[in-house]
């Protein structure tokens, strides 16, 4: 089978991480997002991935022929000049995805979940139609556009954009398998899925939901990318809790790369991740935050709701939290407050930033 996974954008959300480095290669939970995914196609039969992409693509590229020899999968970039929404990079692969005249994935790479693929593509040769995709339930659905579907069948009536009135709590989850007739649908130009090829293939009755169980979160910014932690930490602690970190001084759900080194009478937790070759010095309090490769948290600072970028160096008795987010190489001095700070990568902090704002 093969796959589409659409990684065009500039990452705008996801800044200051994604000015240093392509957002499907930042690491969740200590592995690139796009790796989450592409394991997830591997173990559902997908030998053929088309990555479409515009912005960074050199550096996707090089970071994907690695993991072509380490998957054993095949994976092709198929470049926008320009962006092209959500349904014209099918049209621009059209060939790829259309060889075999098997069914095809297509996913959002800004989605974190336990990617239902195999249950998706049984889903999606039972009803027979010409596509499926995962909804996903919501507690405040006048926030999003919901999908209205027959509860036995699936098959879905219509959309309804931010409802004013409860018709439906499921949203769409950005995974989706489609025969490829569908590709007679697309037009190579700027084109959005949802908006103009979904509502069509629906009134077709063409169109089915397929729910999905367990968590789901679109990680595209910085709160999100953080709850989205939490979630799949949540997620480890049931189905693998021996990859999770224990010993003196852990609180809850932590996620460690064996080489990062801790210091003593630390408190990390709960929900925090650290990447590799990261140094927690002593008497460190950290919760619920992602710590990246290759950073360092001096002595006594205290963090919260924070992502720390590659190779950062964070003072001591600095305090940290609100959702502050230091890009690539930070420095920040000793004895400094940071309230929901959005720094950029290769600044050095010399004040407290009381309130949130953007460091240029």
């Given at each position: 089978?093969?796959?589409?996974?659409?990684?065009?954008?500039?990452?705008?959300?996801?800044?200051?991480?994604?000015?240093?480095?392509?957002?499907?290669l930042?690491e969740?939970?200590?592995?690139?997002?796009?790796?989450?995914?592409?394991?997830?196609?591997?173990?559902?039969?997908?030998?053929?991935?088309?990555?479409?992409?515009?912005?960074?693509?050199?550096?996707?590229?090089?970071?994907?022929?690695?993991?072509?020899?380490?998957?054993?999968m095949?994976?092709?970039?198929?470049?926008?000049?320009?962006?092209?929404?959500?349904?014209?990079?099918?049209?621009?692969?059209?060939?790829?995805?259309?060889?075999?005249?098997?069914?095809?994935?297509?996913?959002?790479?800004?989605?974190?979940?336990?990617?239902?693929?195999?249950?998706?593509?049984?889903?999606?040769?039972?009803?027979?139609?010409?596509?499926?995709?995962?909804?996903?339930?919501v507690?405040?659905?006048?926030?999003y556009?919901?999908?209205?579907?027959?509860?036995?069948?699936?098959?879905i009536?219509?959309f309804?954009?931010?409802?004013?009135?409860?018709?439906?709590?499921?949203?769409?989850?950005?995974l989706?398998?489609?025969?490829?007739?569908?590709?007679?649908?697309?037009?190579?130009?700027?084109?959005?899925?949802?908006?103009?090829?979904f509502?069509?293939?629906?009134?077709?009755?063409?169109?089915?939901?397929?729910?999905?169980?367990g968590?789901?979160?679109?990680?595209?910014?910085?709160?999100?990318?953080?709850?989205?932690?939490?979630?799949?930490l949540?997620?480890?602690?049931?189905?693998?809790?021996?990859k999770?970190?224990?010993?003196?001084?852990?609180?809850?759900?932590?996620?460690v790369?064996?080489?990062?080194?801790i210091?003593a009478?630390c408190?990390?937790?709960?929900?925090?991740?650290?990447?590799?070759?990261?140094?927690v010095?002593?008497?460190?309090?950290?919760?619920?935050?992602?710590?990246?490769?290759?950073?360092?948290?001096?002595?006594?600072?205290?963090?919260?709701?924070?992502?720390?970028?590659w190779?950062?160096?964070?003072?001591?008795?600095?305090?940290?939290?609100?959702?502050?987010?230091?890009?690539?190489d930070?420095?920040?001095?000793d004895?400094?407050?940071?309230?929901?700070?959005?720094?950029l990568?290769?600044?050095?902090?010399?004040?407290?930033?009381?309130e949130?704002?953007?460091i240029?």
């Amino acid at each position: 089978m093969r796959a589409l996974i659409l990684v065009g954008g500039f990452g705008t959300r996801l800044r200051p991480l994604t000015l240093s480095r392509p957002k499907p290669l930042v690491e969740f939970c200590n592995k690139a997002v796009l790796l989450h995914q592409l394991e997830a196609l591997r173990q559902a039969g997908v030998s053929h991935v088309v990555l479409a992409v515009s912005y960074m693509s050199e550096a996707l590229g090089a970071a994907m022929r690695e993991q072509e020899q380490r998957l054993g999968m095949r994976i092709s970039l198929s470049h926008e000049k320009e962006p092209l929404g959500t349904a014209g990079p099918l049209a621009l692969a059209r060939d790829l995805l259309a060889e075999g005249g098997e069914p095809f994935f297509v996913l959002n790479s800004d989605v974190i979940c336990e990617f239902p693929f195999a249950a998706l593509a049984h889903f999606h040769r039972q009803h027979g139609g010409e596509g499926s995709l995962v909804v996903t339930r919501v507690e405040e659905p006048a926030k999003y556009g919901v999908v209205v579907s027959e509860a036995d069948t699936g098959r879905i009536c219509r959309f309804v954009e931010k409802p004013r009135v409860f018709v439906s709590n499921k949203i769409n989850a950005g995974l989706y398998i489609f025969s490829p007739g569908i590709l007679q649908r697309i037009q190579l130009r700027p084109t959005s899925i949802e908006k103009e090829i979904f509502p069509a293939m629906a009134q077709e009755g063409q169109l089915y939901a397929m729910e999905l169980q367990g968590f789901w979160m679109d990680i595209g910014q910085p709160k999100d990318f953080l709850t989205g932690m939490c979630m799949y930490l949540q997620a480890l602690r049931a189905q693998h809790p021996e990859k999770l970190h224990s010993g003196p001084g852990v609180v809850g759900n932590v996620l460690v790369d064996p080489s990062a080194k801790i210091g003593a009478n630390c408190v990390i937790g709960p929900n925090v991740t650290i990447g590799a070759g990261v140094v927690v010095e002593d008497g460190v309090r950290i919760k619920r935050c992602t710590v990246l490769k290759g950073a360092r948290i001096r002595s006594h600072s205290w963090l919260e709701s924070c992502i720390v970028g590659w190779s950062c160096s964070v003072g001591q008795w600095v305090r940290m939290e609100n959702v502050t987010v230091l890009g690539e190489d930070v420095i920040v001095n000793d004895e400094l407050y940071l309230n929901g700070a959005n720094v950029l990568p290769h600044k050095s902090i010399a004040e407290s930033v009381p309130e949130p704002r953007i460091i240029m």
